[in-house]
């Protein structure tokens, strides 16, 4: 997300502006007829520029000046007034037909009966206005639509769930072609309480919490608000992710996670969260993550996720080695003795390719704790920062020996085998090397690193120049051999054409009584079948 030009907006519930006599203040209410929330009435205040149509569900706002003395409610060509004074509450609900305001826990001519219930009645009502209704929806008649769904979502919300789906698509279909704003908030709003409707009489609450999260922080980024009304509704959105997280637990949808630390992110960013909030969110994303790894049914969602949620972590600014060091000491030293905790640092300090003397005495004490394939490891990458190769090459031996999965297994012998050609070890690096593409067969970094080791080798495998030359020819059949995977193949390539200049020229092979094309074996530690070649 960009410098903030997309920006989250409230729905209808707006805070005091101020106290002052001069300042303006806020009321917000919802407007009643017959015991019903009332829309398409014009809410106006005296002294006011401010005005406000009710939403489907009656609700207003409308901003009135010190000197305001009334609010004018109209409907058609008929309007009503209604004094207002400093006593005036700031939440004012008002009842069109002068009925009584219902309180927010009434359930004014509600009927809590499921479909299959209000059939067998043969609610002609609900039958009506629900066969109606659907008619028109199929059709895309939303505009015919809406008052027959209207009566099934009022009177019978616990028909069906069908209801709230097909109201969720109107409202956003009609937030689409909204002309502005305040428009498109107000149906973002209605989504909203259709959610927490469904909620309330429906069961899945985890799961259209996170369904609420989701929508409303996607539709954030539509919108163009200030930076304070981006906060605060980006807050909003933050909650409800929260919420639905702390509700559905390793259950969370990745998608909510996702959006979960991308407003993380960005409210850090802002100044509205420390570096903390960032990595105690981080953490809990991934704690759901690694167990939602460990079951097939959502393994493939997790792993598509991750990348988003690491992308995310990295660009946020909060991930550096000072911040990791300032933020985990302490939870070290509250329990130096936690396998999980340490092993979890470790990692953090891997991401970010942090070594220092902390992540070096976290690696040491795992070790002491458990050692096992991954505090070997661990270890073996704390002695080579050191420079202590000897302990390096044996705690990578240890990890490489220790190890069960195959991919971290190649990857041990990989590094131990770098490590062996920096050493000029180099039986020792191709041995290693083989060992890594034995496991993984498409390991094309290992593959290079044998050609490197052969080019190396070329030095000191014989004192004629001729035979020393030959070696090139197998050092450029494992650069070729690289090459035939899209990782390496621009590199492997470029060394290829590099190493084919040592070859011998054409006289020299035949002077050696030597046909281009033919096999050639290489003796000694290499041991290994080439083909003759010659330099072009």
Not at 53 to 74: Q, V
Not at 179 to 205: A, E, G, H
Not at 268 to 279: A, E, I
Request: glycine share 4%; charged share 30%; proline share 2%.
């Amino acid at each position: 997300m960009k410098a903030i030009t997309r920006l989250l907006s409230v729905v209808f519930l707006f805070s005091l502006v101020a106290c002052s006599t001069f300042a303006q203040r806020t009321i917000t209410g919802v407007v009643y007829n017959n015991g019903e929330p009332a829309g398409g009435i014009l809410v106006e205040a005296h002294k006011s520029n401010d005005s406000f149509y009710t939403s489907f569900d009656g609700k207003y706002e409308i901003k009135i000046d010190a000197k305001s003395k009334f609010i004018r409610f109209t409907f058609l060509d008929e309007s009503k007034k209604v004094d207002i004074t400093p006593e005036t509450p700031d939440v004012f609900n008002f009842s069109w037909d002068g009925g009584e305001v219902p309180s927010s826990d009434d359930e004014v001519g509600v009927i809590l009966k499921d479909i299959n219930e209000l059939q067998k009645d043969r609610d002609m009502d609900f039958l009506n206005n629900y066969s109606l209704y659907r008619e028109f929806f199929k059709q895309d008649d939303y505009k015919s639509a809406l008052p027959h769904w209207r009566v099934v979502y009022r009177t019978y919300p616990k028909s069906t769930a069908q209801i709230y789906i097909d109201g969720l698509k109107m409202m956003e279909e009609n937030m689409a072609h909204a002309l502005n704003t305040s428009t498109k908030l107000q149906y973002l709003d209605t989504m909203m309480l259709i959610f927490d409707k469904r909620m309330k009489y429906m069961d899945n609450v985890g799961e259209l919490l996170g369904r609420k999260a989701a929508k409303y922080l996607e539709t954030i980024i539509t919108l163009d608000l200030s930076r304070d009304e981006y906060i605060k509704h980006l807050k909003t959105g933050y909650g409800f992710a929260e919420k639905s997280i702390a509700k559905s637990g390793n259950e969370t949808e990745p998608a909510v996670l996702v959006l979960f630390m991308q407003s993380t992110k960005i409210l850090y960013s802002m100044d509205q969260f420390n570096k903390g909030v960032v990595f105690d969110n981080f953490e809990k994303t991934m704690t759901i993550f690694d167990k939602q790894l460990s079951k097939d049914e959502t393994r493939d969602k997790a792993n598509t996720a991750i990348p988003l949620i690491e992308s995310i972590i990295e660009s946020s600014g909060a991930l550096d080695c000072e911040g990791l060091v300032d933020f985990y000491t302490p939870k070290y030293k509250e329990s130096p003795e936690n396998i999980e905790l340490i092993k979890k640092i470790i990692r953090m300090f891997k991401r970010e390719n942090c070594e220092n003397d902390f992540s070096m005495q976290l690696s040491e004490k795992l070790y002491q704790l458990e050692p096992s394939s991954e505090a070997a490891y661990n270890m073996a990458r704390s002695f080579l920062k050191k420079e202590n190769f000897s302990k390096a090459f044996e705690y990578y031996e240890k990890a490489y020996t220790a190890e069960t999965n195959n991919d971290l297994k190649a990857t041990y012998y990989y590094e131990a085998a770098g490590l062996s050609l920096q050493q000029q070890k180099l039986q020792n690096a191709r041995d290693l090397a083989r060992e890594a593409v034995k496991l993984k067969t498409d390991y094309c970094e290992a593959y290079q690193l044998i050609g490197e080791t052969y080019a190396q080798a070329s030095k000191s495998y014989s004192d004629d120049d001729f035979e020393r030359s030959t070696v090139f020819w197998l050092a450029v059949d494992y650069f070729r051999k690289a090459a035939g995977f899209d990782k390496c193949k621009e590199d492997a390539n470029n060394k290829a054409n590099f190493y084919e200049n040592y070859y011998p020229n054409k006289e020299d092979v035949f002077f050696h009584s030597l046909t281009i094309g033919n096999n050639h074996f290489i003796g000694g530690w290499i041991n290994e079948t080439t083909k003759v070649r010659a330099k072009q």
